[in-house]
């Protein structure tokens, strides 16, 4: 798009300027930030590994994405800092009866252009995401349209500027936790029926706004939102910083020059525990790391004892301990252990390469098989060493006669490659969007679509296919548990059916579990209100600089 590779502001001062001046100006004033002692400035640094390619909530399945747009924007329910628990937002009361959903919205929030909220931004949010009926349908929605909002919604009303009718599909048990996902934010209804570019610029009812776009640079400043209707924030500004090297993103925060860091690699942590000036924070994670077979494109993939045969051939244990320092555990199912929809009784396939050899041995594959493996580069919380993960299963694979090749890509490609279905083999990972069993099972391995009789797999152009489905999976009992579950108002018996489904999950091994990790962070010493967040957030504006 146009100005994508440019810095944009959203004062529009760098719009009059050439492009040339544009980046010159964009550069001096970020390297301003920058500038001084830690804080000096009432900036408050956040470092991670990649950038937004795109500012639009309903443009992406990017956890990076999320932590800008999460700042700017609000949805009707948020979820308290460091917790699982929902509170109020955007919306300030709802009760949820079987299919019927009424919700109380807020009368004093406004978007930072100085327009207010009501009630119909909702409804023109939700229709822009899902449905093609309405003129201002986005045709670039992401796949989190169907199964955030659209599978579930069959109507809504609005009574007054204030008030939402829900009318569901079927009861639905995530309901209002789906309402605080990061792609259920709300924007503008007139930006939406209008020329408002959301991947570039922004324009929400949060505590920050956007200030500057800097994507040749990979940095992204903010500033107060004067209209927001919650406690100002705490800092003058808050900048973005992308530094795609675990090492270097260290080293700037032991330096001064970052306050905040995420992703931080196990290989790193020794580094920031012994410096005086920030410490590591820590809490537990909600999200799966794995490796996707892809068996819409695979046909080795489509016979279960060949992926028990992967699993078995894996060390997910040495992954665990060794590359990943211990910051993990090793997963045995799709759901992690914090939710209540973790089986309990199942454990990690083993480190079995006779066993491996034996499986593979009685498919029509015992000679061996070629595959990509398709890695992004950059480290994720759930991978926190993409590259060493992929040569350890490249090696433990070549054990059994199976040959891997590495195809490593920056992050946003890779999202691209894989949701058009393009890998053989992925290294992927989730990060919850609702602390629900349901955010895992359904989002992940459920495809969405009618199961072909006679398979357990799904073509990838299937109209109406779920691309988060990285597997191609369609078993229709695990399905059949999941949809049940969906349905299931009461959370012991919601349970039961998760459980049933998770060792359905394990013992056709759609994926190589690989593990739940910790939630890592680097903290300078001059930050508090700091809370390392699992699901939701990152609540920056919560945070002080001293």
Known sequence: MSGHNDAVSRRGFLKSAGSATVVATAASSMSG????????????????????DTLDPQNTTSGEVSKVTNQIYDGLIDFEPGEA????????????????????????????????????????????????????????????????????????????????????????????????????????????????????????????????????????????????????????????????????????????????IDNLGPNNIGTVESSDAAEVQSGQGINVGYMSLNQSRMEEFRDPDVRRAISYAIDTESIVNEVYSGIAEQADQPCPPALFGHNDDLSPYAYDPDEAQSLLDETEYSDGFSFNLTTFQNARGYNPAPLPTAETIRTNLSEIGIDVTIDERQFSDYLTYTSEGKHDASLAGWYTDNADPDNFYYVLLHPQVESPDGQDWVDWGTEGYNTSNRSAWANQEFMDLVEEAQQTADQDGRAELYHEAAQIAHDEAPWVFIDYADEIRGVRNNVSNYEVSAIGGPHLHLVELE
């Open 33 to 52: 930030c920058l500038g001084g002692n830690s804080g000096s400035s009432g900036t408050l640094r956040y470092g991670r590994s990649s950038h937004s």
């Open 85 to 260: 628990a929902i509170t109020e937002s955007l919306a300030t009361d709802w009760t949820m009866e079987g299919e019927d959903v009424t919700i109380e919205l807020r009368e004093d929030a406004q978007f930072d252009d100085g327009s207010d909220f009501t009630a119909d931004d909702f409804v023109a949010t939700y229709r822009r995401f899902v449905d093609e009926e309405y003129e201002h349908y986005f045709e670039d929605a992401s796949a989190y349209g169907p199964f955030t909002l659209g599978n579930w919604i069959d109507s809504v009303e609005t009574d007054g500027d204030y008030t939402l009718n829900i009318t569901l599909t079927q009861p639905y048990a995530p309901f209002l936790r789906n309402l605080a996902m990061f792609a259920a934010v709300v924007l503008p209804q007139d930006g939406i029926e209008g020329d408002f570019d959301f991947k570039t610029d922004a324009n929400g009812t949060g505590p920050f706004q956007l200030e500057e776009l800097d994507d040749s640079n990979g940095r992204i400043l903010l500033t107060p939102n004067d209209n927001y209707w919650g406690d100002a924030p705490n800092v003058e500004e808050l900048l973005f910083i992308e530094r795609g090297q675990n090492s270097t993103r260290t080293q700037a925060l032991v330096e001064g020059e970052l306050e905040i």
